[in-house]
């Protein structure tokens, strides 16, 4: 089996590298409750005259770097490896800051293991790249091919609206993705 992981999201948690940033800057800022978020995109969760300062924060060069982990993912991922899979990790460039290409590399190596920076797939069209599976919390993926791997929906408030995909956390994993 050939599975591709999403990184954002999936295995880091962008979301709470956002709010550690900003914490430092703003600490008088409002952040949304997560269980109630319901745009893919962090910044559209927030009123638009807030866009530039959470940009600002984005852009910061050890943003990628200092991502913390979402429980459970790396344990899976390696777990996958150990079954024999092959797992490489697909994300999407962020190319507002362009630390994130080392950001992210540093963050495989640092957190996956030694040797998972080179696993680290960087696309802005993830249906050039083949797999089995791909393991996204975005709710749709397109591009210029029609995709070979099936989407599986890495479980998030705002995907919920998604139906006829499967479906996991990395408490389920193993059952989802049972043959
Ligand atoms: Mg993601």
Redo the contacts with the bound molecule.
Sequence with gaps: MLVLV?M???LADFEAAFEEKCRLTHPDFEFIVHEERTTFYLADSYPPEFRTMIVDIYKQPTFFHDMPVIPGGVEAIRQMADLGWQVFVCTHPFYINEHNFAGKYYWAETHIGKGWGERVIFASDKTMIRGDILI???PEISGVNQPEWEHIIFDRTYNRHVTGKRRLTWSNWREVLAP
Aim: hydrophobic content about 15%.
């Design positions: 999403d954002d999201s999936v996204d919390d975005k």
